[in-house]
C-alpha cells in the first residue's frame, strides 16, 4: 500500500522565469475563464421577454441576492459582485474534483488562503465605505475600549479559521478517497465521492454565508456588536 | 522512542480525542433538530439548512484536529 503524497504540498507544472506554476494554479485559471465565457455567453443577448437560459440565469441572481438580504438585512446588490462570485467560483472549485485527472484547487492550502484574505480586505472595505474611517475604527472599541484587543484578535482568528475550514474540509474528502483507493479496489471510494459531492456544495455555501455575515456584521451601524453566532441562532429567516 | 514515532502517536491521539467533542455535540444538535422538526413540520427546511450550517461549523473542530494530525504527519518542524 502506498501513503497519499502530502497534502500541504502542491506539484509543479511548469516554471515561468523564477515563479513555479503549481497545480492548483492551472486549475483555478481554468475554471475563471470557464466561469468568465460562460458568464459572457449567458449574459450576451438579455432580453425583456426572457427565454429559458435567461430565467435560469435571473433565478440564480435573484436567488443569491435574497439569500444576501437575509442575511444583513438590507439592500445587497452592492455586495452581490463579490459575493456571488465566491460562492460560483467555491462550487465550481470544490466540484471540479469529481473529473478524472483534476484535483479540487480548494484541497490545497493557498486558494483557500487567498479567498479568506479577499473577504478579510472586503470587510473592512465595506465597513469603512458604509460608516467611515473613523466610525468604523470606533466600532472595534465597543461595546467598552477594554474589548478591543479581542476585537482585533477576533478579526484574525474567523479569517484563519475561515481558510482552515474550507481547505481541511475538501482536502480531508480528498485524502480519504485517495486513501480508501490504495486499500480496496476500483468501485469503493464511489459513496465516499457521493459524500464529496455534497460536502463541497455545503462548503461553498457556508463559506459564503459567513463571508456575508462578517460583512454585513461590519457595514451595520446597529448591530456592530453581534457576532456570527449570535446572527446565525437569531431567527428563523436568518441562515 | 524517537520524535517521529512520538509525533505518529501525538497525531493519533489528536484525532480520536479530537473528534470526540464534535461528535457528541453534532448527535445533540441532530436530536434537537429532528425534535424541532417533529413539533413543527413546517418548518423544517428553515430548520435543516441552519442545522447544515451549524452542523459545519462543529465538524470545523474535527477538521482542525486532522489538520494537526496531518501537520505532525506530513511536515513536522521537529522531525
Request: proline share 6%; with cysteine.
Given at each position: 500500500?502506498?501513503?497519499p503524497a502530502s497534502p500541504l504540498v502542491s506539484a509543479v507544472v511548469f516554471r515561468v522565469g523564477p515563479i513555479a506554476v503549481?497545480?492548483?494554479?492551472?486549475?483555478?485559471?481554468?475554471?475563471?475563464?470557464?466561469?468568465?465565457?460562460?458568464?459572457?455567453?449567458?449574459?450576451?443577448?438579455?432580453?425583456?421577454?426572457?427565454?429559458?437560459?435567461?430565467?435560469?440565469?435571473?433565478?440564480?441572481?435573484?436567488?443569491?441576492?435574497?439569500?444576501?438580504?437575509?442575511?444583513?438585512?438590507?439592500?445587497?446588490?452592492?455586495?452581490?459582485?463579490?459575493?456571488?462570485?465566491?460562492?460560483?467560483?467555491?462550487?465550481?472549485?470544490?466540484?471540479?474534483?469529481?473529473?478524472?485527472?483534476?484535483?479540487?484547487?480548494?484541497?490545497?492550502?493557498?486558494?483557500?488562503?487567498?479567498?479568506?484574505?479577499?473577504?478579510?480586505?472586503?470587510?473592512?472595505?465595506?465597513?469603512?465605505?458604509?460608516?467611515?474611517?473613523?466610525?468604523?475604527?470606533?466600532?472595534?472599541?465597543?461595546?467598552?475600549?477594554?474589548?478591543?484587543?479581542?476585537?482585533?484578535?477576533?478579526?484574525?482568528?474567523?479569517?484563519?479559521?475561515?481558510?482552515?475550514?474550507?481547505?481541511?474540509?475538501?482536502?480531508?474528502?480528498?485524502?480519504?478517497?485517495?486513501?480508501?483507493?490504495?486499500?480496496?479496489?476500483?468501485?469503493?471510494?464511489?459513496?465516499?465521492?457521493?459524500?464529496?459531492?455534497?460536502?463541497?456544495?455545503?462548503?461553498?455555501?457556508?463559506?459564503?454565508?459567513?463571508?456575508?455575515?462578517?460583512?454585513?456584521?461590519?457595514?451595520?451601524?446597529?448591530?456592530?456588536?453581534?457576532?456570527?453566532?449570535?446572527?446565525?441562532?437569531?431567527?428563523?429567516?436568518?441562515? | 522512542?524517537?520524535a517521529k514515532m512520538i509525533s505518529i502517536i501525538g497525531a493519533a491521539i489528536a484525532v480520536s480525542i479530537g473528534s470526540i467533542?464534535?461528535?457528541?455535540?453534532?448527535?445533540?444538535?441532530?436530536?434537537?433538530?429532528?425534535?424541532?422538526?417533529?413539533?413543527?413540520?413546517?418548518?423544517?427546511?428553515?430548520?435543516?439548512?441552519?442545522?447544515?450550517?451549524?452542523?459545519?461549523?462543529?465538524?470545523?473542530?474535527?477538521?482542525?484536529?486532522?489538520?494537526?494530525?496531518?501537520?505532525?504527519?506530513?511536515?513536522?518542524?521537529?522531525?
Amino acid at each position: 500500500m502506498t501513503m497519499p503524497a502530502s497534502p500541504l504540498v502542491s506539484a509543479v507544472v511548469f516554471r515561468v522565469g523564477p515563479i513555479a506554476v503549481t497545480q492548483p494554479v492551472v486549475t483555478t485559471w481554468v475554471i475563471m475563464v470557464t466561469l468568465t465565457a460562460g458568464a459572457w455567453a449567458a449574459t450576451r443577448r438579455v432580453a425583456l421577454n426572457p427565454g429559458r437560459r435567461q430565467v435560469v440565469l435571473e433565478l440564480l441572481v435573484t436567488g443569491i441576492i435574497d439569500q444576501i438580504e437575509d442575511i444583513v438585512r438590507k439592500d445587497g446588490r452592492p455586495l452581490l459582485p463579490l459575493l456571488g462570485t465566491l460562492f460560483i467560483f467555491l462550487l465550481a472549485a470544490n466540484l471540479s474534483g469529481l473529473l478524472p485527472g483534476v484535483a479540487p484547487p480548494t484541497g490545497k492550502l493557498e486558494t483557500p488562503a487567498a479567498l479568506a484574505l479577499t473577504v478579510f480586505l472586503a470587510v473592512h472595505y465595506f465597513g469603512i465605505r458604509a460608516r467611515g474611517l473613523k466610525g468604523y475604527l470606533a466600532s472595534f472599541a465597543r461595546p467598552k475600549l477594554i474589548m478591543l484587543p479581542l476585537n482585533l484578535l477576533s478579526q484574525v482568528t474567523r479569517t484563519f479559521s475561515l481558510m482552515v475550514r474550507l481547505f481541511g474540509n475538501v482536502m480531508s474528502g480528498e485524502f480519504l478517497i485517495g486513501l480508501v483507493l490504495s486499500l480496496a479496489g476500483l468501485l469503493v471510494p464511489i459513496p465516499l465521492m457521493a459524500l464529496e459531492l455534497l460536502v463541497g456544495i455545503v462548503q461553498a455555501y457556508i463559506f459564503s454565508v459567513l463571508a456575508t455575515v462578517f460583512i454585513g456584521a461590519a457595514a451595520n451601524q446597529d448591530e456592530a456588536g453581534s457576532d456570527r453566532a449570535g446572527r446565525l441562532a437569531g431567527g428563523p429567516s436568518q441562515v | 522512542m524517537d520524535a517521529k514515532m512520538i509525533s505518529i502517536i501525538g497525531a493519533a491521539i489528536a484525532v480520536s480525542i479530537g473528534s470526540i467533542g464534535p461528535a457528541l455535540a453534532e448527535g445533540r444538535s441532530v436530536a434537537a433538530a429532528l425534535d424541532a422538526i417533529a413539533r413543527q413540520p413546517e418548518a423544517g427546511g428553515t430548520i435543516s439548512r441552519t442545522l447544515f450550517v451549524g452542523l459545519a461549523m462543529i465538524e470545523t473542530m474535527a477538521i482542525y484536529c486532522l489538520v494537526i494530525a496531518l501537520l505532525l504527519l506530513f511536515a513536522n518542524p521537529l522531525v
